[in-house]
């Protein structure tokens, strides 16, 4: 039987890709795809033998702009079995192989954990774990449910290789940035176990990453709302008095933040921003919010206030230290295990293009992010509960309660306490809620009022 | 129903290992019985209620101190070691009361205090007496009372040295509790034969182990704190030979309110299976399961059960939700005492030393779903459970009384006169009974909850019965499941092939919860309780639905296809 026929994949993938969650290109017109790499990384697939696998890099071409590329490892059988129908992208060629998503194929899987294992070089990619690690390439795997933009493996209790669906040149900020907290030690990252790193056009780009898998963890979003629902609760206590108070959990996680920024500026390189660079960071925060304002009229009322909070950044003489920061810094980010908090998705925005991802910058952008995370915790219940005035106070008390706890345990983690830098993160805070204000009068319109209720405090 | 427990006595079964499998029942004997209607309860009231024991499906009654005392510290204060208190009875009492037990295939363990004696034991008096005399060394004595100045001092509310001058020989004694406790002098050689003498004494009257109090203290030392020492540890593993020499399937119990880390050095070797203690109390899993369910989410139990370590293999945690102390809080964090403080002790008189002074029911609020929650943790967390009396009835407690009183009323047994406890004139009662409308005797004894078969006596018996049925629960191996949501604690238990998966949900909301249970696949879940069989489990995530304060026992069986 004939090795993989890359133009059939070709063929198949023109409707297969856009019904991918993971496919960033909805909407807009697609006019071919090319598969640029197919590299074979197990015997070809026969009639009767085990199924094949093909690490696949495709290229998509749009009608109306930059092209797209798309990591596929593609797996090939003369029968696919039931189970996998799901994962089907479509006959090859004359019909005699079934190209399908081997993600979800647990030998295929075990096939990709392999290659690490033994450091594989195939072609332009390479795989291979850290330094000092041995893997146990005998345990069952599963694809975790619920993820938008990568495709995540798990091995047994042990391990998650994350797999970057939509790729770009360069090291993912993910892989760079837990590897290098890592390597001095930071307790509250899963520093990665190993990769699977390619090249395209010459530059290096990150197809995977495998890191330890947290089994007992859950999200800081599930648990601060856990909190706020007690509140909710109650009749007449206030925030430090109800059982499910997390300012502890809060001052933890400040701590934890700080702990991780730390270690980023010793391991990566740190500078300090001239007061000229302040100026062009107060002048992307103008950019931002003038293309809000023009989206969304409900924004207009604070345009004034908002520029002179924008200002005082612009006005800034002294330097600011900046560095590597996690960029897109929220509760859903942060993983609690039994005893610490565990920071992850050091990606940046992913809307954002890679040089801008890894620029330095004030750590208390993510500080800011946190702060707003808090108060989305916060207030994304009331729309459930309109007629409770009383909730709203409850909702600043219990947001205003936890961010302090926060800043308290960020300012014990490190040298530098957040609030003294108000009218900095003031102004972080509110390019956030800028941004929330564009994408909820795009997405949810009934939540708008959480982004400009906090802006309307902010600036009040 | 079937019979709780085999009828053999345990002197025909002789199974080393009970202790991991059985359910301990903390008796104060001053509280449960009166036979002789002098107003304090005694070794043969006791005697008599163990057929509600045996019904309740207790394997081993825990007594507090029996022994002569002055009584200054509730007898732990021990002034004749081979001497039954007179108010509880005699030895012959006692006999009968271990026959009885035996008899109906129950152990008795007692407390026995090793590191001080009363003030009013003979030990002392001669030895504050004459110096040069036998006792003269059977306490620390020193003229002055600045050494082992690392030692804390644990009763802060009353004790301000751990040296109190003693007029009559002109010296200072030492002393870790109160000053009316000398501490023994370890280093005598005839310290250490006297007090084997008496384990010795109480073990051929047929008892079956000792409650070891207060142990880390045994032996001081200079330029340390005086716990945990190496001496201390070399002296249990002599206490223990002896033991496991003449009376094989006896348990001892150490009592040591220290971090696991610590405390599992009272275990002994671990390569030996371990050979100091048998058992230890769990002391910071009792209140951090109080926090996790005011808290609802499940990492302060997930915290203290992962940095719990691995105990040798014939060894036990004893656990329990209340006992006859406060609701110890030493071991948890400032912050996490304040919280625990504002909590459940709301108001002032609710604190004692370091803790809170409260029974189960008070702490809950009488809430039936957290009591059954709290239980059913009690119940399946791995370790022995240890039951408070009265709490199997919800009984409650009298915070106006002094000191630890509170929690140790009579138990309530009928709506009669004195709860049925006692038939003496209410006035000359020890403590006198709950008469609350909540908890007051005459809606809650053990009368009228054995009629009602929705009580939460009858629900406790069940519980006890159903874990019995599962050797897992006392010896399988434990792991904690992870799921998305916090409020959820799912652990399974693993003995062979006695798999048990228990769900928790410790908010009083209800909660979904998916969990990974792909390595049971094809396995079905069947609830303990009910024998309900739930869908087999797949590759996918196992989708169950928890009421507030609700909790799942599974058995996961095979099954055919």
Redesign the interface.
């Known amino acids: 039987m004939a090795d993989l026929d890359q133009d059939a994949l070709a063929e198949l993938l023109v409707n297969w890709l856009p019904t991918q969650r993971w496919y960033a290109g909805k909407g807009r017109p697609l006019r071919q795809v090319a598969v640029e790499q197919a590299l074979a990384l197990t015997e070809p697939a026969s009639a009767t033998g085990p199924p094949g696998l093909h690490l696949v890099i495709a290229r998509v071409d749009y009608a109306d702009g930059p092209a797209e590329r798309y990591s596929v490892p593609v797996g090939t059988a003369a029968k696919l079995p039931e189970r996998l129908d799901h994962a089907r992208i479509g006959q090859l060629g004359a019909g005699e192989l079934t190209a399908y998503d081997a993600v979800f194929d647990a030998e295929l899987a075990t096939v990709l954990l392999a290659q690490i294992k033994a450091g594989a070089v195939v072609g332009a990619v390479s795989f291979g774990t850290e330094p000092g690690v041995t893997l146990d390439t005998t345990l069952?795997s599963?694809v975790q449910g619920g993820e938008q933009s990568n495709t995540s493996v798990v091995y047994g209790d042990d391990y998650i290789l994350k797999l970057f669906r939509r790729i770009a040149p360069g090291v993912n900020p993910d892989l760079e940035l837990t590897r290098a907290l890592g390597r001095v030690g930071c307790a509250y990252v899963a520093a990665p176990l190993g990769s699977i790193e390619g090249q395209l056009a010459g530059t290096p780009v990150t197809l995977g990453m495998l890191a330890p898998f947290?089994?007992?963890?859950?999200?800081g979003w599930?648990?601060a709302t856990?909190?706020v629902?007690?509140l909710y609760?109650e009749a007449d206590l206030h925030a430090d008095?109800v059982?499910?108070?997390f300012a502890?959990e809060s001052e933890r996680l400040g701590h934890a933040t700080a702990v991780v920024h730390a270690d980023l500026a010793r391991a990566l390189p740190t500078d300090l921003a001239t007061a000229a660079e302040s100026r062009a960071t107060a002048g992307q925060l103008g950019e931002r919010l003038d293309a809000a304002l023009a989206a969304v009229p409900e924004l207009t009322p604070y345009a004034e206030p908002l520029r002179a909070a924008y200002a005082e950044v612009a006005g800034r003489t002294e330097p600011v230290p900046v560095q590597r920061i996690h960029g897109d810094y929220h509760l859903g980010q942060v993983l609690?295990v039994?005893?610490r908090w565990v920071l992850l998705d050091f990606e940046g925005e992913p809307a954002r293009p890679l040089a801008e991802r890894t620029r330095l910058m004030s750590p208390l952008r993510d500080v800011a992010g946190m702060m707003r995370s808090f108060d989305y915790a916060a207030r994304h219940l009331l729309a459930e509960h309109l007629n409770a005035p009383g909730l709203t106070y409850r909702a600043n008390e219990w947001a205003e309660r936890n961010s302090e706890a926060f800043c308290d345990g960020y300012a014990q983690g490190s040298d530098r306490d957040p609030r003294e830098e108000a009218a900095l993160l003031r102004a972080f805070e509110l390019d956030k809620a800028v941004y929330e204000v564009v994408y909820e009068a795009r997405h949810r319109p009934s939540w708008l009022t959480i982004p400009l209720g906090s802006i309307e405090r902010l600036v009040g | 129903m079937s019979a709780p427990a085999e009828l053999t006595s345990p002197e025909e079964s002789r199974d080393p290992h009970w202790y991991k499998r059985a359910v301990f029942y903390e008796v104060l004997i001053r509280g449960f019985a009166d036979s002789n209607a002098d107003g304090t309860g005694d070794i043969c009231g006791l005697t008599a209620k163990l057929d509600y024991l045996q019904w309740l499906g207790v394997d081993c009654l825990w007594l507090l101190p029996i022994y002569a005392s002055p009584l200054r510290d509730g007898g732990y204060d021990i002034s004749d070691f081979t001497s039954i208190l007179p108010e509880f009875g005699d030895l012959g009492d006692f006999v009968r009361l271990v026959e009885a037990a035996h008899e109906r295939g129950i152990r008795v363990i007692a407390d026995l205090v090793m590191n001080h004696t009363s003030d009013q034991h003979a030990w002392f008096q001669a030895s504050r007496a004459d110096p040069d005399g036998p006792y003269g060394d059977f306490y620390l004595w020193s003229d002055t009372d600045d050494r082992y100045q690392d030692a804390r001092i644990i009763f802060v509310d009353t004790e301000k040295s751990n040296w109190t001058w003693d007029p009559v020989r002109g010296q200072y004694y030492w002393h870790r509790f109160f000053s009316h406790q000398p501490d023994l002098n370890y280093e005598n050689p005839q310290v250490r034969d006297a007090m084997l003498a008496v384990l010795r004494f109480w073990l051929d009257l047929g008892i079956d182990g000792f409650r070891l109090d207060a142990v880390p203290y045994l032996f001081v030392a200079e330029g340390t704190n005086c716990e945990n020492l190496p001496a201390t540890h070399a002296y249990l593993k002599r206490v223990r030979a002896e033991v496991d020499r003449f009376y094989p399937d006896r348990v001892l119990l150490a009592e040591a309110n220290q971090w696991p880390a610590d405390v599992v050095e009272y275990f002994g070797d671990p390569d030996a299976g371990g050979d100091e203690c048998h058992m230890a109390f769990h002391f910071p899993l009792m209140p951090r399961i109080f926090m996790a369910v005011?808290?609802?989410?499940r990492?302060p139990i997930?915290?203290i059960?992962?940095?719990t370590p691995h105990i040798p293999a014939n060894c036990q945690w004893g656990i329990f939700l209340r006992n006859h102390d406060e609701l110890t809080l030493e071991m948890v964090t400032d912050?996490?005492r304040d919280?625990m403080y504002?909590?459940y002790a709301r108001d002032p008189r609710m604190k004692a030393n370091i803790g809170i002074r409260r029974r189960l029911a008070s702490l809950l609020d009488n809430s039936r779903d957290q009591m059954e929650l709290f239980t059913a943790l009690l119940l399946s967390l791995p370790g022995s459970p240890v039951l408070y009396y009265g709490d199997e009835i919800g009984m409650g407690d009298n915070i106006y009384l002094g000191d630890r009183d509170g929690v140790r009323t009579p138990m309530q047994w009928s709506p009669d006169r004195n709860a049925g406890f006692s038939s003496a004139d209410p006035a000359r009662l020890y403590l006198p009974v709950l008469m609350d409308p909540v908890y007051g005797y005459q809606a809650l004894n053990v009368e009228a909850t054995t009629r009602s078969s929705t009580s939460l006596l009858h629900w406790t018996r069940r519980m006890i019965e159903v874990r019995k049925r599962h050797p897992t629960f006392g010896q399988g191996s434990y792991t904690?499941?992870?799921?998305?949501?916090?409020?959820v604690l799912a652990f399974v238990r693993e003995f062979g092939d006695d798999l048990v998966l228990c769900v928790n949900n410790l908010?009083?909301?209800p909660q979904p919860v998916e969990l990974?249970l792909?390595r049971y696949e094809r396995r079905t879940p069947v609830e303990l309780v009910g024998g309900v069989r739930f869908p087999r489990i797949g590759?996918l995530p196992y989708l169950l639905t928890i009421a507030g304060h609700g909790f799942y026992w599974f058995q996961l069986s095979r099954t055919e296809d």
């Open positions: 069952p599963r947290l089994r007992t963890g859950t999200d599930a648990l856990t909190s629902r007690d609760a008095e059982g499910g108070d502890g609690r039994e005893t | 005011r808290r609802e989410q990492y997930s915290e059960m992962t940095s912050e996490e919280y504002a909590e904690e499941l992870g799921s998305s949501n916090p409020s908010s009083r909301f990974d792909r590759e």
